[in-house]
């Protein structure tokens, strides 16, 4: 007679557990170094590395900004993201489509969270499980391309209502591949109502100051107005670009 074997969604649910606990750990190490930390999800193409780059690239000069960015393989995206100046690691996950709270937790492990303003992760492309995966982080947001059908939010709505923000990306093209973005709209606000939703195009920069400025100004919780490290960078950079925009 063999012992009867736990059910897979006992099991799931301990993996959960687990993950839950390091991520709540996490959350106290953020915190204690005064470090805000966003994570987005999406599906695969939506556009988060684009995203994230421009927004490196716009934040370098005044706060100190790092990402990891997580793929099943290559090292393509933190190469990407490299380009911004900003300290960058790619977690690659192999056959798993989602990040844990250990995966950040052994990115992280050369890195001084005392020095960072603003951590971003990019999850894996995936709208299913890295919903239920809590990294620790302060703020999440999703993303929506306008490439994609204005029906997402309705077929995984699990993904939407456990973000934060959302993000309608690739506006650039909206025209071109009539996007009904009334639709979209109302769509994120039928799984999740009150969802604040930014619309940008990380390719001409447009709304990509709007979204900035929300996320800088603690509308969203965050306590990231002031860089630790501003006087220094300031001096370095008087006349930077996102000072003047
Ligand atoms: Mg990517
Ligand atoms: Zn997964």
């Not at 204005?150 to 591949?177: H, Q, R, S």
């Amino acid at each position: 007679m063999s012992t009867p074997q736990p059910r897979l969604v006992e099991v799931r649910q301990n993996v959960l557990k687990q993950n839950d606990l390091l991520a709540r750990e996490l959350r106290g190490r953020f915190r204690e170094a005064a470090v805000s930390v966003v994570s987005l999800v999406s599906s695969p193409g939506a556009g988060k590395t684009a995203f994230l780059e421009k927004m490196l690239s716009d934040l370098k000069p005044q706060y100190a900004v790092a990402a990891l960015v997580g793929d099943l393989a290559t090292e393509n995206d933190a190469a990407r993201l490299a380009r911004s100046g900003a300290p960058v690691k790619q977690i690659t996950t192999g056959t798993v489509c989602h990040l844990d709270a250990t995966m950040i937790q052994t990115a992280l492990e050369e890195w001084n969270l005392d020095e960072l303003d603003i951590l971003f992760i990019e999850n894996v492309g995936n709208l299913v499980c890295p919903s239920s995966y809590d990294l620790g982080e302060d703020l999440r947001v999703v993303l929506l391309s306008v490439t994609e059908g204005e029906d997402k939010p309705l077929k995984y709505p699990t993904i939407f209502n456990t973000a934060d923000v959302g993000i309608i990306t690739k506006m650039d093209l909206a025209e071109v591949v009539e996007f009904d973005l009334a639709a979209a709209h109302d769509n994120i606000q039928r799984v999740r109502p009150g969802m604040k939703v930014f619309e940008v195009s990380a390719k001409t920069g447009a709304g990509m100051k709007e979204w900035r400025q929300s996320l800088l100004n603690s509308e969203f919780g965050l306590r990231i107005a002031e860089s630790k490290t501003m006087d220094s960078l300031e001096f370095r950079n008087p006349q930077s670009e996102f000072v003047n925009s």
